[in-house]
C-alpha cells in the first residue's frame, strides 16, 4: 500500500512532520504524540479504549547496563488524552520470563500481580491487562485499537476468511479469547508462523498493528483500518439498505425532542430504582438509521462482540414497545406500560448472572439497563455519572457501526453469553472497580440553580458540581450566561454543566430550561430559586412597576420554576429537594423595605405551604435566610446598596463593616456561605427535613424563626 498522506478518506491522516522532528530521539514522546492522535479520530479507537506501546533502550538503575523496556498505555487510561504519568514501563525480559511461571489459562488473574516484578519505572502507572500482548511481539512500535471498520470484520460470522482474502495473508487472525497472558502468546505464535504479517486481527475483539518507528506504525494502523473502511464501503452499495431496511419512519427533530423530554424522567425513575443515576440522549442518524430498521428486532437481544463496548452497554439494550407518536401526557398509563418492560429486563438480567456465574463471582450489579431505544425518536443511555452515560452512548454507536458492517459483509456474531458474562465480571475488573474513588454526596444529582451565572448561584453551582451533581447555569443575561459556561468547562469539563436562558417570570423559557436538563441529564432533581432582585424606597417614592417587579421575579418565579420542576420530580418518582434562597427581610421588619420584605415574606410561607404539600412524594422544600450578602451579587450592583445605606444613614463603604457589627457573630457574610449551607440540606445527613429555615446571617436576633 502507498503511504501517501491523500490516500485516507475514512480515517485522519493528523502526523505533523514538524512537531514529530521535535520530538526526534525520544521514543516515550513520540509514542505518546502518536497515541495522542490515533485517540483524536473515534473512528480508530474508543474513548478509553485502545492500547499503544513501544520498546526502547534504557539503563537500569542497578546495574547501570543497557536494558530494553517497554513504555505502555496504563490500566484504565485513554490514548486520545495520554500523558507519560499514564503510562507503565516494564523490563521486556522480565515480563517474557514470566512464561516460566505461567501456569495456564485457568490461572491467568495471578499474572497481573507477577507484572509488579517486571516494573522499570517505579513511579509508572499499574500495568494493564493488555501489557503481555505487547510484550510478547518483538516490535518497536505497537498500535491495538478498536476501529468499527476492523471489528465489523473480526465479528462477522465469515470474519477469519475476509480478513485473509482481504489482506492476501498479510494480516493474521486469532479467535477470540479474553484479553491476558495467553492471548499474549498466541499473538506470538500467530506471528511465528506467519513472519511477513503487518498486523493481527482478534476475533470480535480488534486489531494489532505495528512499525519500526512511531511514524511506520501509525502510517501501517491507518492503511490497515482505510483498506476496511473501504471493503465495508463497497459493501454497503452492494447491499443496499442497511439493517434489513427501513420499517418506520423517525418523527420530526422537533418532534423527537418533545417525546424524549416527556420520556426520559420516567426512564431515568425506572433506572434509579438501585443507584440514581445520569442520563444522556441521542437522536444521532446512526441510531436511528437503526433502531428503525426491521432488524433492530434481531439484532438488540444479541449485545455487542468488542469487550470495550460490552463493558460499558450491559449485555443487551432494552428497546421499548412505545410508538414514536404515541400521547406520553399520562405518566401513570406510560409507567404501567413500562413496568413489565423493565421487570422483564431486570428479570432477563438475573438469569444471565445466575446462569453465568461461578463460585467465586462477585454479587450481582445493578439490573436495570444502560441503553434503552425508542424507535422513531431516538437512544437513552443512564449511568452514575454524565460522562459515562455518554460514554456509553459512544460506545453503543460503535457497536451499531460494527453490526452494520459486519450485516453487509456475511453475518453479525456477538460475544456468547458466557464469554460476555466473564468480562463484565471477571475480577480484575471489579478489582478496578474497588478502586475507583467513592461517589460524592450529590452523585447522580441534576439540579437547576436560577440566576447561577454569578454571585450566589454560581457559588452555589460550584459548590454542587464540587460534591458530584451536575448543573443547568442559566441567567436571563446571555454574555454573563456564556462566560460562567466558558469558567466552568474550563473548571470542571463538559459533562458537568449546561446552560439554559433563563428569565423566571416567563413561564415558556422555565419550560424551555427544564426541558434542557432534561435532554441533557435525564431530568431534574435539585431546584435552588435563586433569581432575584431588591429595590430599596420609601412608601411613597415606591411605584406600583416596583412592586410588580419584586412579586413577578421572587413570588411568581419561585413559584412557577417550582411548579415546573416538581411536575418532573413527581415523573421520576425518586424524590428531590427545593431550596428556596429567601432573606432575614422575611421576618425582619426594617424601613424603605415593603416591597421587597413582604415578597420575602411571601416566599418563606410559599416554601412551607410547598413543604406540606410534597412531602408524601419525597421532595423536600427548605429554606436559607442569608443577610447582606454584598461580595458578587448583582442586588448590591444596583440602587439596594445606596437605599439601605441612606436608610441607615450610612455611605455606601461602611456597609460592610455595618451588617458585620450587627450580628451576633460579627461576620460578613460571603456567597460560598449560602452554598455551604445549601449543601448542607441536600448532601444526605438531611434527608429526613423539611419545611426548614436555616439562617445564613452572621446571627440577627430579630431574624430567629423560633
Same mark, same amino acid.
Given at each position: 500500500?502507498?503511504?501517501? $498522506? %491523500?490516500?485516507?478518506?475514512?480515517?485522519?491522516?493528523?502526523?505533523?512532520?514538524?512537531?514529530?522532528?521535535?520530538?526526534?530521539?525520544? +521514543?516515550?514522546? @513520540?509514542?505518546?504524540?502518536?497515541?495522542?492522535?490515533?485517540?483524536?479520530?473515534?473512528?480508530?479507537?474508543?474513548?478509553? #479504549?485502545?492500547? %499503544?506501546?513501544?520498546?526502547v533502550m534504557d539503563k537500569d538503575p542497578l546495574t547501570g547496563k543497557?536494558?530494553?523496556?517497554?513504555?505502555?498505555?496504563?490500566?484504565?487510561?485513554?490514548?486520545?488524552?495520554?500523558?507519560?504519568?499514564?503510562?507503565?514501563?516494564?523490563?521486556?525480559? *522480565?515480563?517474557?520470563?514470566?512464561?516460566?511461571?505461567?501456569?495456564?489459562?485457568?490461572?491467568?488473574?495471578?499474572?497481573? +500481580?507477577?507484572?509488579?516484578?517486571?516494573?522499570?519505572?517505579?513511579?509508572?502507572?499499574?500495568?494493564?491487562?493488555?501489557?503481555?500482548?505487547?510484550?510478547? @511481539?518483538?516490535?518497536?512500535?505497537?498500535?491495538?485499537?478498536?476501529?468499527?471498520?476492523?471489528?465489523?470484520?473480526?465479528?462477522?460470522?465469515?470474519?477469519?476468511?475476509? %480478513? &485473509?482474502?482481504?489482506?492476501?495473508?498479510?494480516?493474521?487472525?486469532?479467535?477470540? =479469547?479474553?484479553?491476558?497472558?495467553?492471548?499474549?502468546?498466541?499473538?506470538?505464535?500467530c506471528l511465528d508462523a506467519n513472519p511477513n504479517i503487518r498486523g493481527?486481527?482478534?476475533?470480535?475483539? #480488534? @486489531?494489532?498493528?505495528?512499525?519500526?518507528?512511531?511514524?511506520?506504525?501509525?502510517?501501517?494502523?491507518? +492503511?490497515?483500518?482505510?483498506?476496511?473502511?473501504?471493503?465495508?464501503?463497497?459493501? !454497503?452499495?452492494?447491499?443496499?439498505?442497511?439493517?434489513?431496511?427501513?420499517?418506520?419512519?423517525?418523527?420530526?427533530?422537533?418532534?423527537?425532542?418533545?417525546?424524549?423530554?416527556?420520556?426520559?424522567?420516567?426512564?431515568?425513575?425506572?433506572?434509579?430504582?438501585?443507584?440514581?443515576?445520569?442520563?444522556?440522549?441521542?437522536?444521532?442518524?446512526?441510531?436511528?438509521?437503526?433502531?428503525?430498521?426491521?432488524?433492530?428486532?434481531?439484532?438488540?437481544?444479541?449485545? /455487542?462482540?468488542?469487550?470495550?463496548?460490552?463493558?460499558?452497554?450491559?449485555?443487551?439494550?432494552?428497546?421499548?414497545?412505545?410508538?414514536?407518536?404515541?400521547?406520553?401526557?399520562?405518566?401513570?398509563?406510560?409507567?404501567?406500560?413500562? /413496568?413489565?418492560?423493565?421487570?422483564? !429486563?431486570?428479570?432477563? !438480567?438475573?438469569?444471565? !448472572?445466575?446462569?453465568?456465574?461461578?463460585?467465586?463471582?462477585?454479587?450481582?450489579?445493578?439490573?436495570?439497563?444502560?441503553?434503552?431505544?425508542?424507535?422513531?425518536?431516538?437512544?437513552?443511555?443512564?449511568?452514575?455519572?454524565?460522562?459515562?452515560?455518554?460514554?456509553?452512548? +459512544?460506545?453503543?454507536?460503535?457497536?451499531?457501526?460494527?453490526?452494520?458492517?459486519?450485516?453487509?459483509?456475511?453475518?453479525? /456474531?456477538?460475544?456468547? *453469553?458466557?464469554?460476555?458474562?466473564?468480562?463484565?465480571?471477571?475480577?480484575?475488573?471489579?478489582?478496578?472497580?474497588?478502586?475507583?474513588?467513592?461517589?460524592?454526596?450529590?452523585?447522580?444529582?441534576?439540579?437547576?440553580?436560577?440566576?447561577?451565572?454569578?454571585?450566589?448561584?454560581?457559588?452555589?453551582?460550584?459548590?454542587?458540581?464540587?460534591?458530584?451533581?451536575?448543573?443547568?447555569?442559566?441567567?436571563?443575561?446571555?454574555? *454573563?450566561?456564556?462566560?460562567?459556561?466558558?469558567?466552568?468547562? &474550563?473548571?470542571? #469539563?463538559?459533562?458537568?454543566?449546561?446552560?439554559?436562558?433563563?428569565?423566571?417570570?416567563?413561564?415558556?423559557?422555565?419550560?424551555?430550561?427544564?426541558?434542557?436538563?432534561?435532554?441533557?441529564?435525564?431530568?431534574?432533581?435539585?431546584?435552588?430559586?435563586?433569581?432575584?432582585?431588591s429595590i430599596s424606597k420609601t412608601i411613597a417614592d415606591h411605584t406600583?412597576?416596583?412592586?410588580?417587579?419584586?412579586?413577578?421575579?421572587?413570588?411568581?418565579?419561585?413559584?412557577?420554576? /417550582?411548579?415546573?420542576?416538581?411536575?418532573?420530580?413527581?415523573?421520576?418518582?425518586?424524590?428531590?429537594?427545593?431550596?428556596?434562597?429567601?432573606?432575614?427581610?422575611?421576618?425582619?421588619?426594617?424601613?424603605?423595605?415593603?416591597?421587597?420584605?413582604?415578597?420575602?415574606?411571601? =416566599?418563606?410561607?410559599?416554601?412551607?405551604?410547598?413543604?406540606?404539600?410534597?412531602?408524601?412524594?419525597?421532595?423536600?422544600?427548605?429554606?436559607?435566610?442569608?443577610?447582606?450578602?454584598?461580595?458578587?451579587?448583582?442586588?448590591?450592583?444596583?440602587?439596594?446598596?445606596?437605599?439601605?445605606?441612606?436608610?441607615?444613614?450610612?455611605?455606601?463603604?461602611?456597609?460592610?463593616?455595618?451588617?458585620?457589627?450587627? %450580628? @451576633?457573630?460579627?461576620?460578613?457574610?460571603?456567597?460560598?456561605?449560602?452554598?455551604?449551607?445549601?449543601?448542607?440540606? $441536600?448532601?444526605?445527613?438531611?434527608?429526613?427535613?423539611?419545611?426548614?429555615?436555616?439562617?445564613?446571617?452572621?446571627?440577627?436576633?430579630? #431574624?430567629?424563626?423560633?
Amino acid at each position: 500500500m502507498s503511504t501517501s $498522506t %491523500t490516500q485516507f478518506k475514512h480515517v485522519s491522516y493528523l502526523w505533523d512532520d514538524a512537531k514529530a522532528a521535535e520530538l526526534a530521539g525520544d +521514543e516515550v514522546a @513520540l509514542l505518546i504524540y502518536r497515541s495522542n492522535l490515533l485517540g483524536a479520530d473515534l473512528r480508530l479507537t474508543n474513548y478509553g #479504549g485502545g492500547n %499503544t506501546s513501544c520498546k526502547v533502550m534504557d539503563k537500569d538503575p542497578l546495574t547501570g547496563k543497557e536494558a530494553e523496556v517497554m513504555w505502555i498505555k496504563g490500566s484504565g487510561g485513554d490514548i486520545g488524552t495520554l500523558k507519560k504519568s499514564g503510562l507503565a514501563a516494564l523490563y521486556v525480559d *522480565r515480563l517474557r520470563s514470566l512464561k516460566n511461571v505461567y501456569r495456564g489459562i485457568e490461572f491467568e488473574d495471578e499474572m497481573v +500481580e507477577l507484572f509488579n516484578h517486571s516494573i522499570f519505572d517505579l513511579n509508572s502507572k499499574a500495568p494493564s491487562i493488555d501489557t503481555p500482548l505487547h510484550g510478547f @511481539l518483538p516490535f518497536k512500535h505497537i498500535d491495538h485499537l478498536h476501529p468499527d471498520a476492523a471489528i465489523a470484520i473480526a465479528a462477522a460470522k465469515d470474519g477469519e476468511k475476509i %480478513t &485473509q482474502e482481504l489482506f492476501e495473508g498479510a494480516i493474521g487472525w486469532v479467535d477470540w =479469547q479474553r484479553p491476558g497472558f495467553d492471548l499474549g502468546l498466541q499473538l506470538k505464535a500467530c506471528l511465528d508462523a506467519n513472519p511477513n504479517i503487518r498486523g493481527i486481527m482478534l476475533g470480535s475483539h #480488534g @486489531l494489532f498493528t505495528w512499525g519500526d518507528t512511531a511514524y511506520e506504525s501509525y502510517i501501517n494502523t491507518l +492503511e490497515v483500518i482505510e483498506k476496511c473502511a473501504e471493503y465495508l464501503e463497497e459493501n !454497503y452499495k452492494k447491499k443496499g439498505a442497511a439493517f434489513g431496511g427501513k420499517k418506520i419512519d423517525s418523527l420530526p427533530e422537533a418532534d423527537r425532542k418533545k417525546q424524549a423530554v416527556a420520556l426520559a424522567p420516567i426512564l431515568r425513575g425506572f433506572c434509579s430504582s438501585k443507584t440514581q443515576m445520569i442520563g444522556h440522549f441521542t437522536d444521532d442518524a446512526r441510531v436511528l438509521e437503526y433502531i428503525n430498521s426491521n432488524d433492530l428486532e434481531r439484532l438488540a437481544p444479541m449485545g /455487542t462482540s468488542c469487550p470495550d463496548h460490552f463493558l460499558r452497554t450491559k449485555i443487551s439494550p432494552l428497546a421499548l414497545e412505545i410508538k414514536a407518536g404515541d400521547d406520553l401526557s399520562n405518566v401513570d398509563a406510560i409507567k404501567a406500560k413500562l /413496568t413489565p418492560a423493565f421487570e422483564a !429486563y431486570r428479570k432477563m !438480567y438475573e438469569d444471565y !448472572y445466575n446462569t453465568c456465574k461461578h463460585p467465586n463471582s462477585p454479587a450481582i450489579r445493578d439490573a436495570n439497563p444502560v441503553v434503552i431505544l425508542y424507535p422513531g425518536v431516538g437512544m437513552f443511555t443512564f449511568a452514575k455519572d454524565k460522562q459515562t452515560a455518554r460514554v456509553a452512548a +459512544e460506545f453503543y454507536i460503535n457497536a451499531i457501526n460494527v453490526m452494520k458492517g459486519a450485516e453487509a459483509i456475511s453475518e453479525y /456474531t456477538s460475544l456468547p *453469553r458466557q464469554e460476555a458474562f466473564d468480562i463484565e465480571y471477571w475480577l480484575l475488573e471489579e478489582a478496578k472497580l474497588s478502586r475507583m474513588p467513592k461517589p460524592k454526596a450529590l452523585s447522580g444529582r441534576v439540579a437547576l440553580i436560577t440566576g447561577s451565572a454569578g454571585g450566589i448561584g454560581k457559588a452555589i453551582a460550584k459548590k454542587f458540581v464540587e460534591e458530584g451533581a451536575v448543573v443547568i447555569l442559566n441567567d436571563m443575561n446571555a454574555e *454573563r450566561l456564556q462566560s460562567a459556561g466558558d469558567e466552568f468547562k &474550563q473548571a470542571y #469539563g463538559k459533562d458537568a454543566y449546561t446552560t439554559a436562558t433563563l428569565d423566571v417570570t416567563k413561564a415558556d423559557e422555565i419550560q424551555e430550561a427544564i426541558a434542557t436538563a432534561i435532554l441533557a441529564f435525564g431530568g431534574v432533581d435539585l431546584i435552588v430559586n435563586n433569581a432575584g432582585l431588591s429595590i430599596s424606597k420609601t412608601i411613597a417614592d415606591h411605584t406600583e412597576k416596583d412592586w410588580d417587579l419584586l412579586y413577578d421575579v421572587l413570588v411568581k418565579g419561585q413559584f412557577l420554576v /417550582t411548579q415546573a420542576a416538581v411536575a418532573v420530580m413527581k415523573k421520576q418518582a425518586i424524590g428531590g429537594d427545593i431550596i428556596n434562597i429567601v432573606s432575614k427581610n422575611a421576618l425582619v421588619s426594617g424601613p424603605n423595605n415593603a416591597g421587597y420584605g413582604s415578597a420575602k415574606a411571601a =416566599q418563606l410561607h410559599l416554601s412551607r405551604l410547598n413543604a406540606a404539600e410534597l412531602g408524601p412524594d419525597h421532595i423536600r422544600v427548605n429554606v436559607i435566610n442569608p443577610d447582606a450578602v454584598i461580595s458578587d451579587s448583582n442586588i448590591w450592583a444596583g440602587g439596594w446598596a445606596e437605599g439601605r445605606a441612606k436608610a441607615y444613614g450610612i455611605t455606601i463603604a461602611e456597609l460592610p463593616a455595618y451588617y458585620a457589627k450587627r %450580628t @451576633l457573630l460579627n461576620e460578613i457574610i460571603l456567597p460560598v456561605d449560602i452554598a455551604n449551607a445549601c449543601f448542607a440540606l $441536600t448532601g444526605g445527613l438531611l434527608n429526613k427535613s423539611t419545611g426548614n429555615v436555616i439562617n445564613v446571617d452572621g446571627g440577627v436576633a430579630a #431574624g430567629f424563626v423560633r
